[in-house]
């Protein structure tokens, strides 16, 4: 979009309200917290130290209401540690002359590398810049600085202590994550009675496994309900698919998909029933026709051989999740296994000085000149850097109001740094002209002052949802009575402040516009990725049917978690891109029209192992002729695919057409009849399922080739002109064309 319409709709963005508030028991208990720290300080120390303990205490506080499922009191602590090493070599450096700048650089530098590990991560270190800005402007000898650098760290351990002592919402973020998992499955059994292909949105799924990342004292102390539901949840998403798609299962018409329907209705009733228990904690309460399901496992009326092994499927792993949550049960295994697991069957999150190790592979990782990371690292200390010393030149007073505006407004992406920023100058403007009438009006003492600031801290916490602008003034007016215990003239020091808001914001904006890191530049390589890991993805489960007993479904849970990320980088990246007034000039050799039938193609490449991973064989089932080396031919195929879409250049897919022919012959020729167990499919069943699976691939690469086409049309694949509806390969007919033409028919979920 041209450059007045983006940055019309980011400003819009940034001074947009919600009329969300955070609980107002949370917003009480960090105001409570900074007021322990400031009013014992201001008493025992003064202004000055007041002021710091003060500024530990409600960073550590803003910490805690970071979306982070990690257990509060160790984000308030982490805060408090890294403010009150920030606080100690700001005030070491701020003594020798010419030194606090190039410190200050380093810092910013660092803190724009915490982005490395998580949102989270990077927005407590750029507070800590901000804290190092504004604590040193206190003249205090070196002895000194070390106590100043105590008392906010003391700041993030009230704040911790404070947590622990009146918990509130115990366990709120983990339950409302594993909710919305099961509320988005039964939006999706919903969804696919209207259309059997409908995309499943796996972010409830990735945030519920984020969720599920404990430590080892949340392990020992989590709620037994929570245990063991996310891996059935996982479960429940392959094979709610593959009993609705009819490429996979019942046809698209008559009786049969009718009790299809009538299924997946059931389903959708119990999971939320399942969502709501889970929110609230109270006893499960199951509809009837939810009761019917989970009680006939064992009896669905007869479907065609996958479609009845979905169903049952489907039928198991809700009467399962029924039991779970209604005794509190937990065999000590998810049903997908973790990579990596601690007593319990929880996914390990290590401890907070068990990240360090962790956080310096995250940042060497992304020292490397084309990573997103350090370029916005190396923006924001330029962007710090230049505002400190702009504003120290001209001579300005308190000229670290500036860079201060600067760290807390940029952002890696354009959309966020632009909000953000018309947020913060006009949150900053009311919150300093609010605060500089009241302090006017009513000439407030320490104390009074004191108290008005811890008011507004909660106003801050309280509204930490509501809207980054309204959120910003309450800060800006916190400060202002913070700072307004060291004296001055009002008035006067208000028009400073604006005008080093409006200096800092302008610096931040211009260096962004002129040292940018847009995500369009990226797309092409994330749908690259995306090809890469979709391919995988796909093979992984075809090396499971090729030889059961040697692969396990581990392999295929890494290969679908690499997948889903892959897709999550990429959604981001086009979500951000949007946002961008560059896209159609950085993206020549990707427009928008060919992206989205490129995502379209691959979705239905992950969706195809989808499809398949309902049905993965039992160790002791009989290998699947030419599976593996199918999937040899599609892993080499999307990886060389991957290469040509990240330098603009068209993909070929002619080699794996004549492989996935071939293994068609080979399947066909291996048919023979057997008896299955009762709730998997029989041999030749498999056999007609991976029939079809290979033609359903053939159509997505051909969809592929003909998106990243450079001329105006390209040559259909005859391949993928025979492909349709998933029917079974004894037949020898090929149904009508599956859907194609947009992506929310053929995502994977």
């Known amino acids: 979009m041209p450059w007045i319409d983006a940055l019309r709709d980011t400003a819009r963005t940034g001074l947009h309200l919600d009329r969300t508030l955070t609980n107002p028991k949370r917003a009480a208990r960090g105001a409570l917290a900074v007021a322990l720290v400031l009013f014992p300080t201001l008493a025992l120390g003064g202004p000055r130290l007041a002021t710091s303990a003060a500024m530990g205490a409600f960073i550590a506080g803003t910490a805690t209401f970071q979306r982070s499922f990690r257990p509060r009191p160790s984000l308030a602590v982490a805060a408090g540690i890294g403010l009150g090493i920030s606080t100690f070599t700001g005030y070491l450096s701020v003594s020798v002359p010419g030194l606090f700048p190039v410190v200050l650089a380093a810092w910013a530098l660092l803190a724009g590398l915490a982005w490395s590990v998580g949102p989270t991560g990077g927005v407590v270190a750029a507070t800590t810049v901000s804290v190092m800005l504004v604590v040193v402007q206190l003249p205090v000898s070196v002895p000194t600085a070390l106590g100043h650098a105590l008392l906010c760290a003391l700041g993030g351990v009230v704040q911790a202590a404070v947590i622990t002592l009146w918990p509130i919402d115990s366990w709120r973020a983990q339950r409302d994550a594993l909710a919305d998992a099961y509320r988005s499955l039964a939006d999706y059994a919903r969804q696919l009675r209207e259309d059997p292909t409908t995309p499943v949105d796996p972010a409830a799924l990735i945030t519920a496994r984020s969720a599920s990342e404990l430590t080892p004292w949340q392990d020992r102390h989590r709620p037994p309900e929570l245990r063991g539901l996310r891996g059935l949840a996982e479960s429940m998403r392959p094979a709610l ?285 994330r749908l690259a990725d995306w090809i890469t890991a979709s391919g995988r993805y796909c093979a992984t489960v075809l090396t499971v049917f090729g030889d059961p007993p040697a692969h396990s479904r581990q392999e295929v849970r890494a290969a679908l978690l690499d997948a889903r990320a892959a897709r999550a980088e990429l959604v981001q990246a086009v979500e951000r891109a949007e946002a961008e007034p560059v896209r159609d000039v950085l993206c020549h050799a990707l427009p928008a029209n060919q992206l989205e039938k490129a995502r379209a193609a691959v979705g239905l490449v992950a969706r195809t192992g989808l499809l398949l991973e309902a049905h993965l064989p039992a160790p002791d089932a009989r290998p699947v002729p030419g599976a593996e080396r199918f999937a040899a031919a599609l892993v080499d195929a999307t990886a060389v695919a991957a290469t040509a879409v990240a330098a603009g250049h068209p993909v070929d897919f002619s080699r794996l057409r004549e492989a996935q022919r071939a293994w068609e012959e080979e399947l066909r020729a291996a048919a023979t009849p057997d008896t299955g167990a009762p709730d998997h499919l029989d041999h030749h069943d498999r056999l007609d399922l991976l029939c079809a699976a290979s033609r359903l691939l053939a159509q997505a690469v051909g969809d592929l080739e003909r998106a990243m086409h450079r001329g105006k049309t390209a040559p259909r694949p005859r391949a993928a002109a025979a492909t349709g509806a998933l029917e079974p390969a004894r037949a020898g007919a090929a149904g009508g064309e599956a859907p194609s033409g947009g992506e929310s028919r053929t995502h994977p979920g």
């Open 241 to 525: 698919t593959a009993l609705a798609d009819p490429r996979g299962g019942a046809p698209e018409s008559g009786a049969e998909r009718a009790r299809v329907c009538e299924l997946l209705a059931a389903a959708a009733e119990t999971l939320d029933a399942l969502a709501l228990a889970i929110r609230t904690g109270e006893p499960l309460d199951l509809p009837r026709a939810a009761t019917a399901l989970v009680s006939q496992q064992h009896g669905v009326p007869p479907l065609p051989g996958p479609a009845r092994a979905a169903a049952r499927q489907v039928a198991a792993l809700l009467g399962r999740a029924v039991d779970t949550l209604d005794h509190g049960a937990h065999d000590g295994h998810d049903t997908v296994a973790a990579p990596t697991s601690v007593a319990g069957g929880a996914l390990l999150r290590p401890s907070l000085f068990g990240m360090v190790p962790l956080v310096l592979r995250a940042v060497r990782r992304q020292l490397d000149p084309g990573s997103p990371v350090l370029r916005h690292a190396v923006r924001l200390a330029t962007v710090v850097t230049v505002a400190h010393l702009v504003a120290e030149l001209a001579g300005l007073h308190r000229a670290y109001w500036a860079p201060l505006t600067a760290a807390m407004v940029i952002r890696p992406d354009f959309g966020q740094t632009f909000s953000r920023g018309v947020a913060r100058l006009a949150g900053t403007a009311v919150g300093v002209a609010v605060s500089t009438v009241l302090v006017e009006l009513l000439h407030p003492g320490p104390w009074w002052s004191a108290a008005l600031a811890v008011l507004c801290i909660g106003g801050a916490y309280l509204t930490n949802r509501t809207g980054y602008a309204l959120m910003t003034a309450c800060v800006s007016a916190y400060v202002v009575l913070l700072l307004g215990l060291q004296g001055g003239r009002p008035l006067t020091i208000a028009g400073e402040r604006i005008g080093l808001t409006l200096l800092g914001g302008a610096v931040a904006l211009l260096i962004f516009a002129f040292f940018p890191s847009w995500a369009s530049a990226r797309l092409a390589d």
